[in-house]
Nanobody, 124 residues
Framework: QVQLVESGGGLVQAGGSLRLSCTASGRAFSRYAMGWFRQAPGKEREFVEGISRNGDRIDYADSVKGRFTISRDNAKNTVYLQMNSLKPEDTAVYYC?????????????????WGQGTQVTVSS
């Protein structure tokens, strides 16, 4: 069993930055690829960015290319999402998730564990 807890969300103006963190407890963090997803009101949950078990592969959605950066620290059981140049359309609840696959898929069903989510609101 893996428990995931996100933090770092909040309210920011367009063009600003936020750094999300997701800390895991339980079974070995390094065994899991980690992904960040988001869900805006009335929309489906969408993949944002993901990182492989050892960090050698990163996948991301085109909508965040060049603005968001994922990283992980296996010694701290934590994955981060640095979000720069934020836009109002980035407003959503952001979730981290853990997958037993070697890389982070963009398919939510491939993830076994999810955090409770953290709200990110970007004002125009």
């Amino acid at each position: 069993q893996v428990q995931l807890v996100e933090s770092g969300g909040g309210l920011v103006q367009a063009g600003g930055s936020l750094r999300l963190s997701c800390t895991a407890s339980g079974r070995a963090f390094s065994r899991y690829a980690m992904g960040w997803f988001r869900q805006a009101p009335g929309k489906e949950r969408e993949f944002v960015e993901g990182i492989s078990r050892n960090g050698d592969r990163i996948d991301y959605a085109d909508s965040v290319k060049g603005r968001f950066t994922i990283s992980r620290d296996n010694a701290k059981n934590t994955v981060y999402l640095q979000m720069n140049s934020l836009k109002p359309e980035d407003t959503a609840v952001y979730y981290c998730a853990a997958s037993p696959k070697s890389y982070a898929s963009d398919v939510p069903d491939t993830y076994d564990y999810w955090g409770q989510g953290t709200q990110v609101t970007v004002s125009s």
